[in-house]
């Protein structure tokens, strides 16, 4: 058993690689090759462009793939959206398609678009749109630049932002947001039919989640001794309860747990002022819930 499973190629391509490495996975690119190898005998990588991926997996060319909840709408593709996997080019936050004018247009809200010329890639779906608000307009598709486009070559835009500072320096307001979207994991109708690819695709999701909801996150281990521990537990912000285990000294406790790594600064030294001893803070990998 082979699994065919499609890399998003650009943009997301080297997030997406980190993220296969945090969850157990080393792909290696050959940049003259769009076959990378990767270190499972049973899977078979190709990279292809997010925006093509739907398409391709919904005509079984590949079994699985990662792509954009809008490349699935923009080509209406027919495939099984098996999980969420919400990561980006810059943050592990959703990215949203925004319409967007020059600052100094006078243009407050889509109807007031009627005639204009809107660029974008996401034609269909900013088509869809418009139709949605009842807004005639000429939706252009955009070979890239877009934000360059406005005032001379279009009087809108719709782009995909993560934070918008991009938009921002290209003297650009976002009036509305058109979708929101975040990475997904795709598979064939046939394939997730299939016991065996559906089993190593469930284990590969389960994977990634545990990667991404690693990030960000570090254990902590902690000894206290058992009259301290009400305390220290009072300090501590829990993934869940923490693990607690009795050490060879029976008045003392070990204390395991996880915190966001952004906390770990303020809360050691309020754990050592709860008397924890021998705080060991360690890198997470993946967190399977």
Sequence with gaps: MKLKLGIPKGSL??????????????????????????????????LIRAQEMARYVEDKVLDAGLTGKDWIMENEAGV??????????????????????PEHSPVKNVKDL???????????????YLEQNGVK?????SWGATEVKPPVLADAIVEVTETGSSLRANGLRIVETVIESNTK????????????????????????????????????????RKTDLENVLKVLPALKRPTIS???????????????EKTVREIIPRLKAAKAQGIVEYPLNKIVM
């Excluded at 080393?26 to 990378?36: A, L, W």
């Excluded at 307009?137 to 598709?141: H, I, L, R, S, Y």
């Design 13 to 46: 391509q080297e997030a997406s690689i980190q993220l296969f490495r945090r969850a157990g996975y080393e792909i290696t690119v050959n940049p003259r090759s769009y076959f990378p190898h990767i270190d499972d005998a049973e899977i078979e990588c190709m």
């Design 80 to 101: 099984v959206e098996v999980a969420d996997l919400v990561y980006a080019k810059q943050t592990l936050g959703k990215v949203r398609w925004v319409l967007a004018v």
């Design 114 to 128: 009627e005639g204009k010329i809107i660029a974008t890639e996401l034609v269909q779906v900013t088509r869809r």
């Design 137 to 141: 307009a000429k939706v252009e598709f």
């Design 185 to 224: 994991f795709i598979a064939s109708h046939q394939a997730w039919d299939d016991p065996e690819k559906r089993r190593k695709m469930e284990t590969l999701v389960m994977l990634l989640k545990g990667a991404i909801d690693a990030a960000g996150k570090v254990g902590l281990m902690i000894n206290v």
């Design 246 to 260: 009795d050490l060879s000294e029976s008045e003392w406790v070990a204390v395991n747990t996880v915190i966001e």
